[in-house]
T-cell receptor
Framework: IAGITQAPTSQILAAGRRMTLRCTQD?????MYWYRQDLGLGLRLIHYSNTAGTTGKGEVPDGYSVSRANTDDFPLTLASAVPSQTSVYFCASSDGGAGELFFGEGSRLTVL | GQNIDQPTEMTATEGAIVQINCTYQ??????LFWYQQHAGEAPTFLSYNVLDGLEEKGRFSSFLSRSKGYSYLLLKELQMKDSASYLCAVMDSNYQLIWGAGTKLIIKP
């Protein structure tokens, strides 16, 4: 089934540990995004990539890094997790421009 | 700054009609989106408006007034499965999406 796959779906992590959230899409979309969603707040953009080989910072990039080695994969890394990074993380993709976003099922991360 | 406002929560009755409002102030405008998000699930696309007026899609309609910075999502013949959060998002001049916090819609029998 075409779409976006995220892994893991849920993770509990000790503060200070390194963590990579994986995201893979098979729709050949150029643009990919990482959002975090916290209760009472709108989706906030962490990082994005308009095409393979390029990345950009979103609204809340601090403490996160991304890479886009190919069209399909867009991993998000927390170098040293902190409790404020406890959130639900959504990966999304689009054709770019004003195209609709397609979301993965989300990764629920708890940092203790 | 950029801002999207929508009500936090609304309650409606099965079979009725509900209107969810969204007002926005953004740097430029390249369209307004509505997404539906069931609890514990990913957002899914509902509608896109870039020109003023009403876009109808089955039981759901979305309206836009660019001069007023205003949109609404109209849901008719409400069903229990419509219980979800409805997210309003505006694409700014840089083609970045600015998201509202979402409106939680509760449907009662």
């Amino acid at each position: 089934i075409a779409g976006i796959t995220q892994a893991p779906t849920s993770q509990i992590l000790a503060a200070g540990r390194r963590m990579t959230l994986r995201c893979t899409q098979d729709m050949r979309h150029n643009a990919m995004y990482w959002y975090r969603q916290d209760l009472g707040l709108g989706l906030r953009l962490i990082h994005y990539s308009n095409t393979a080989g390029t990345t950009g910072k979103g609204e809340v990039p601090d403490g996160y890094s991304v890479s886009r080695a190919n069209t399909d994969d867009f991993p998000l890394t927390l170098a040293s997790a902190v409790p404020s990074q406890t959130s639900v993380y959504f990966c999304a993709s689009s054709d770019g421009g004003a195209g609709e976003l397609f979301f993965g099922e989300g990764s629920r991360l708890t940092v203790l | 700054g950029q801002n999207i406002d929508q009500p936090t929560e609304m309650t409606a009755t099965e079979g009725a009609i509900v209107q969810i409002n969204c007002t926005y102030q953004t740097s430029g405008f390249n369209g307004l989106f509505w997404y539906q998000q069931h609890a514990g699930e990913a957002p899914t696309f509902l509608s896109y408006n870039v020109l003023d007026g009403l876009e109808e899609k089955g039981r759901f309609s979305s309206f836009l007034s660019r001069s007023k910075g205003y949109s609404y999502l109209l849901l008719k013949e409400l069903q229990m499965k419509d219980s979800a959060s409805y997210l309003c998002a505006v694409m700014d001049s840089n083609y970045q999406l600015i998201w509202g916090a979402g409106t939680k819609l509760i449907i009662k029998p």
